[in-house]
């Protein structure tokens, strides 16, 4: 069974920085892509960054040159270094991994929130 886990959440003020991590244990299967969502209270949950196993990366615009993505293949696990954060970045961030099936696995989330 595919377990996907997040870490590294908490309350930061603006300006400040955290880095989340996720872990993805049990695949039978290479991990293509990843990705980081968020969602904040009342809104649809949106894309932030995704990684291929190459390395590369794409970001949503408002975190372009503040997010940074990355990820260790030999451990299964993506990274998200968030810097200059804002307020308005506060939401639930998920996790999600795509294996060589074409699977998708979501974690749980980490609560990140940006004080002002």
């Known amino acids: 069974q595919v377990q996907v886990v997040e870490s590294g959440g908490g309350l930061v003020q603006s300006g400040g920085s955290l880095r989340l991590s996720c872990a993805v244990s049990g695949s039978r299967f290479w991990i293509n892509d990843m990705a980081w969502y968020r969602q904040a209270p009342g809104k649809q949950r949106e894309l932030v960054a995704t990684i291929t196993d190459g390395g590369r990366t794409n970001y949503q615009d408002s975190v372009k040159g503040r997010f940074t993505i990355s990820r260790d293949n030999a451990k299964n696990t993506v990274y998200l270094q968030m810097s200059s954060l804002k307020p308005e970045d506060t939401a639930v961030y998920f996790c999600?991994?795509?294996?060589?099936?074409?699977?998708?696995?979501w974690g749980q989330g980490t609560q990140v929130t940006v004080s002002s």
């Open positions: 999600k991994a795509r294996d060589g099936l074409s699977s998708y696995y």
